[in-house]
């Protein structure tokens, strides 16, 4: 079976460019329908640079463009024919299986939930990413789509991403883990132990709290927390590792032997800053949303691109969110889960 | 002139030994006097190991020991003579001068907080940690002492920092930047866009939100958070440090050329940890207090407390506190502070 991909050619700190050559990668790679949603002329122009026929590409003109730095709530409302809007729209109405895009992470958010809409019994969207550890890959969510967090929106995030580890990473009873500033039940602010008092209740494979210091162990496979603390999480990893390779070439570059030793192990560091990039391991996946969603990095380039398309293609083949959808509606009918968010809300 | 420095021989995961050793190498380094604080006879024990002389040492006994997992509230009201209770009611009768502990961290927080005291004005302690940088050092406040933020503490938090980074570390007009997940002024939860509104208003040399790929990249002097997120974003950094270290050993492992150069780089390596430990920056302080508390890591080595000892001799040379509590008053007598401080708590 065909998938039809929706891309965002528009958005991106380097889109187009780098958004098309993703495009022309994907294409190669997969053999799913690629859609190219963004400014019909600045597509038209790629496909001229490349010296490819016109008639082989599916363009979806959508004039208007968002900022990387715009308000993402009024953007998706104000501007109906930006490739944000009209991708969501596509989604919603079915046109596409899925939509990627490495634009505005905020008006992405927007955009599925007001547009595409939310699962049944999904409270909010959450973002999730694969991320190495030192076992393998993990999952984190939520990492920046909800930073005004209610126990039942983590809740739910942990229930979603295991399905999803489970199905789509290939994990056996894939293990929830809490991130807190103690592996103790009583540490944490309130909402954080609400949380804790869930996972526990509900016969899922909750470990309890994990500090952030595991996140890269791969102790868990699914990691739980709100989208500002989990935001944090990962960039600060970003510039932990920046700052550790250029602490490490700046010692080395000080000596000749380190030098030589340096051009010895080039290759090592080449793979680890690879292994290090969440761009390997495509783009972001919005959990909760009814219809699959993939938000790519802003500094994508066209691997990453092509990358999140293969990340939207696998979610579609292993059927992810049908799952979702039954284990969130199960799990919101057990009694006493009822119960406890019945007292939560009180 | 000579300082008094307590410290806490039985806190810490490597206490008594480690800890006791600390205090050697403090003895040897620097000239003040040391107080001991611990179960008597453990000291001693360890007094007589290293074949000294018992008349050497200034002793306290403390013969209780507070867990490293133990309530912090209760365990502090309830162990009147744990060396954590002992040292603060030192603190607060003025017989040393500042306590160093590797304990219990929320231990030593309440401890600080009820027995010694907060500066007047001050609402809640935070926990400060300097950390290296590309560019060279820079603070973060709080890491763990506050998970239940209001506005006036972060911006206390701030104005604290930035007076001990002035006096202490040496920097002229610090900046002060807020932990945000973007840069725009409308990011964030509530109560961090109030954070952000009072120190734009405070005449202080504040740069706006930061994001935390920037927390090791040296763009400001003084970074703040609330302690969940701060303590997040240290405890991510150290995790993706050793698991940067680990890919990068595997890999190099992989081949024979990687191990020739992996001998040849070892020394660079061996700095890069050094420089990344942040037991090399001595311990954390806990500003706000009525008194010089510093806080090791509970992980600390017998460098580590000698070098907490350090931060603590050098914070009352540079009469830190004494600058700390005129500026506290001094910006919460400006009107417009008061009004922004009073609207907010309306």
Redesign the interface.
């Known amino acids: 079976m065909k998938y039809r991909i929706g891309l965002d050619i528009s958005g991106g700190d380097f889109a187009p460019e780098q958004i098309f050559k993703g495009a022309l990668l994907a294409k190669q790679e997969f053999h799913d329908d690629l859609i190219l949603i963004g400014v019909k002329e600045e597509i038209e122009e790629q496909i001229h640079k490349h010296n490819l026929n016109l008639n082989d590409f599916t363009i979806i003109d959508a004039p208007e463009k968002i900022g990387m730095?715009e308000?993402p709530a009024s953007s998706v409302r104000k501007k109906k024919n930006s490739s944000i809007s009209i991708g969501m729209n596509l989604l919603r109405e079915k046109k596409i299986d899925a939509f990627v895009s490495c634009g505005n992470t905020g008006a992405a958010v927007c955009g599925a939930t007001l547009q595409v809409g939310l699962m049944e019994g999904v409270e909010r969207p959450g973002i999730a990413l694969v991320i190495?550890?030192?076992k393998g890959i993990s999952m984190i969510v939520d990492v920046?789509a909800n930073?005004?967090p209610k126990p039942i929106h983590l809740f739910q995030y942990g229930i979603m991403a295991s399905v999803y580890s489970h199905l789509a990473l290939g994990k056996e009873n894939p293990s929830i883990g809490l991130?807190n500033?103690g592996e103790?039940e009583?540490k944490?602010?309130d909402y954080v132990r609400n949380v804790h008092k869930l996972f526990s209740e509900a016969g899922v494979n909750f470990i309890g709290n994990l500090?952030?210091?595991?996140?890269?162990?791969g102790k868990c496979d699914c990691i739980v927390?709100d989208?500002?603390?989990g935001?944090?999480?990962?960039?600060?990893?970003?510039?932990?590792?920046?700052?550790?390779g250029?602490?490490?070439l700046d010692?080395?570059k000080?000596?000749f032997?380190?030098k030589?030793?340096?051009?010895?192990?080039m290759?090592?560091?080449k793979?680890?800053k690879r292994?290090?990039d969440y761009a390997e391991y495509g783009g972001a996946l919005l959990l909760g949303v009814d219809g699959i969603v993939i938000i790519g990095h802003g500094r994508s380039n066209a691997i990453a691109v092509k990358n999140a398309v293969k990340v939207a293609i696998h979610e579609l083949k292993c059927n992810v969110n049908s799952e979702i959808k039954s284990n969130i509606s199960k799990i919101s009918q057990d009694p006493k889960i009822k119960e406890m968010l019945n007292d939560l809300s009180a």
């Open positions: 730095g308000s190495p550890t030192k920046g930073i005004d991130l500033i103790e009583s944490g602010p500090e952030a210091k595991d996140i890269f162990s927390c989208g500002f603390v935001n944090v999480a990962l960039k600060v990893s970003e510039g932990v590792a920046e700052t550790m250029k602490f490490l010692e080395i000080k000596g032997i380190g030589i030793g340096l051009l010895l192990i290759n090592s560091l793979r680890v292994l290090m």
